[in-house]
Nanobody, 114 residues
Framework: QVQLVESGGGLVQPGGSLRLSCAAS????????MGWYRQAPGKERELVAQ???????NYPDSVKGRFTISRDNAKNTVYLQMNSLKPEDTAVYYC????????WGQGTQVTVSS
């Protein structure tokens, strides 16, 4: 049974930073691809960061240079460091992994507002 539990969301002012965490069980963050998606109200869920089992990362242009995905194999946890946050980054952020199928966490709310 794969379980993903996100934490670290909250309210932050524009230009601020947050670090999201995703603790995984039933799946290894070191051997499976991991990712972060987000979904804003009225919009489709979109990929914001991905890390392969080999450590390669991928970001869309909208977050490139501001967001960084990383993993701690010992803690079986994946992180999303978000810097220079903008109001348009406001969304529910979901952790995901692929193991025969795609699994999702419950999501954590990130609100960027002054």
């Amino acid at each position: 049974q794969v379980q993903l539990v996100e934490s670290g969301g909250g309210l932050v002012q524009p230009g601020g930073s947050l670090r999201l965490s995703c603790a995984a069980s039933g799946s290894s963050v070191s051997t499976n691809a991991m990712g972060w998606y987000r979904q804003a109200p009225g919009k489709e869920r979109e990929l914001v960061a991905q890390i392969t089992s080999g450590g390669m990362t991928n970001y869309p242009d909208s977050v490139k240079g501001r967001f960084t995905i990383s993993r701690d194999n010992a803690k079986n946890t994946v992180y999303l460091q978000m810097n220079s946050l903008k109001p348009e980054d406001t969304a529910v952020y979901y952790c995901t992994t692929w193991l025969y199928r795609q699994y999702w966490g419950q999501g954590t709310q990130v609100t960027v507002s002054s």
